[in-house]
């Protein structure tokens, strides 16, 4: 059974058809891409998936269970995180603050414990703290950690975004182009960076890349998608030597 | 302590408890609320028309003004909260406007818009500082919490603090209610310190001035609530004696704030162990925004 399915999933804004009955099987433990030329619905599947959106037609399951509509929280709850194209951090908290807000589902403390506290509360702040020390330090940014996320040059900020989706101990992980605005050194770095999580966290992947070294040398598949349409879907070798592609996206950003 | 500096004091306890539900609802939390007064109003009613009609006893009184309260921001927030920034802001001033009214045309049950006199003068200064104290450390307790927190994120990025699994309507109606209940508890200590209120006292001049300490002690800071429920509420009054010049002194404080430190005055510092510590061992300046 995969972990990620999607049936036929359609999303119109008015008169545009974002995206295209849309299907889509995703594997445990995979590391695949979505690819495709600037608005071609990428950000829009992953909204869809994530609730943020809800789809005009078609169906999402997770891990067998149709999630389609669900609530973005709810999203969360069933263990799919995700990072944002335009880094969305909670700017105003220091670095280990981003990461201890999203493993709040591992203290159960109430309300009223939070207004008077109580040993659980006192217990379980510790754990939360201890959690999100023990996430930063395996991301390398716990000699940053009481830093203003802000002021992290960009290429930690990603990589505090993807731990603090890693907070929530996801089942499913999707990467919106985590590469974006990155240069060369931070790209390879992110790289690794992404194959080390997929290995050490039980992790399935699904990212969206513009840089197609990232997506060449991460992806066990690939999907290419335009106009919200699949176009072409196989190994990176298969992909790229693809002519559909190449006239759809490849070509026209190799010049 | 003259009596005439003991009222001062009262009156200070009193704003503070409804700054204090406003630093966490708009400071803290990101929700502009420019209907504080409303709720002050349903206190204030709720509580007068027990003590002066019912004789229920005045803790009692007190504690139904805050139910009161709370579930009128339930009635008020269900609709609303899901509204985007802005609009929520204006439907809390037509919410207090609506209460305004209301109490103005219930003739029967408010006395209309000559208002309720003769209220039992139950308030004093233990009681009003009591309250105030128990408040701030309930409220510091939040937002130090894993909820507060998540409230935090909420302001920071509504989206993002979804996508990590903050409900984030559930944690609006919560600072909603808190707020609310705040301010009712201010709204009936205010009718029983004054003894006597009208429709007028609840105007949106009042929920102004009381939006207006959030921002001038500083939106992410307990601190510069308190400190600014202190030096707004004090301030008009020693200044009487410059008559007319009062609330242009006033006016020129909260404007001179505004240009020289947006932030408000306290920024999001606290007033912590650890952070008084900090700022005589490293005399870092940048050190206050944290």
């Known amino acids: 059974m995969p972990l990620l399915e999607i049936q036929h999933l359609t999303k119109d804004f008015g008169g545009v058809r974002a995206v295209d009955k849309f299907s889509y099987q995703l594997g445990v433990g995979a590391l695949n891409a979505i690819i495709g030329p600037n608005g071609a619905g990428k950000t829009t599947i992953f909204n869809l998936v994530t609730g943020i959106y809800d789809p005009t037609e078609g169906h999402i399951f997770f891990g067998g269970d149709e999630i389609t509509g669900t609530i973005t929280h709810q999203i969360s709850a069933k263990g799919i995180a995700r990072t944002f194209q335009n880094i969305r951090l909670f700017s105003d908290f220091s670095v280990l603050d981003n990461v201890r807000t999203a493993c709040h589902r591992y203290a159960s403390y109430t309300v009223w414990e939070g207004l008077i506290p109580t040993p659980r509360r006192r217990r379980e702040e510790k754990a939360l703290a201890e959690r999100a020390w023990r996430l930063l330090e395996l991301v390398d940014l716990s000699d940053r950690a009481h830093e203003m996320s802000k002021n992290l040059p960009y290429g930690h900020q990603r990589r505090l975004e993807i731990a603090r989706a890693l907070a929530q101990e996801p089942k499913l992980l999707l990467l919106d182009e985590p590469a974006a605005g990155m240069n060369p050194d931070e790209t390879v770095q992110l790289m690794d960076f992404i194959e080390q999580i997929h290995d050490s966290f039980d992790l399935t992947i699904l990212l969206i890349e513009h840089h197609m070294e990232v997506v060449m040398g991460l992806a066990d598949d690939i999907v290419v998608i335009d106009f919200g349409r699949t176009i072409a879907q196989g190994t990176p070798e298969e992909v790229q030597a693809n002519p559909v592609v190449i006239e759809a996206y490849l070509g026209a950003e190799e010049e | ?290």
Request: glycine share 8%.
């Open chain 2, 1 to 290: 302590m003259s009596q005439y500096y003991i009222g001062i004091l009262i009156l200070v306890c009193i704003n503070l408890l409804a700054v204090l539900g406003l630093s966490l609802m708009t400071g803290f939390t990101g929700l502009f609320n420019f209907g504080q007064a409303g709720f002050l109003a349903v206190g204030a009613y709720t509580a007068t028309i027990l003590t002066t009609r019912y004789s229920v006893p005045f803790a009692a009184a007190l504690l139904a003004a805050m139910v009161t309260s709370a579930l009128t921001s339930f009635i008020i927030g269900y609709p609303t909260l899901r509204l985007k920034g802005d609009y929520f802001a204006i439907a809390t001033l037509g919410f207090a406007e609506a209460v305004r009214l209301l109490v103005e045309n219930l003739e029967k049950i408010t006395g209309g818009s000559r208002g309720i006199p003769r209220i039992p003068t139950l308030t004093n200064l233990p009681v009003a500082l009591a309250a105030a104290v128990v408040a701030l450390i309930l409220v510091a307790n939040y937002v130090r919490s894993r909820h507060g927190r998540s409230c935090v994120a909420i302001r920071e990025d509504e989206l993002a603090a979804e996508s990590i699994g903050v409900n984030s309507f559930r944690y609006k109606q919560i600072v909603f209610a808190i707020n609310a209940m705040l301010a009712g508890l201010a709204g009936g200590l205010l009718a029983h310190y004054i003894g006597f209120i009208q429709p007028s006292m609840f105007s949106i001049i009042k929920s102004t001035e009381l939006i207006v300490m959030v921002i001038f002690g500083g939106m992410h800071s307990l601190t510069g609530a308190v400190f600014a429920a202190l030096a707004l509420t004090s301030l008009p009054e020693l200044l009487r004696a410059a008559q007319a010049w009062r609330l242009v002194v006033y006016g020129a404080l909260v404007v001179l704030i505004m240009v020289v430190r947006p932030e408000g005055l306290m920024g999001s510092w606290e007033l912590t162990p650890a952070n008084v510590k900090a700022l005589f061992v490293k005399s870092r300046p940048a050190q206050e925004e944290g």
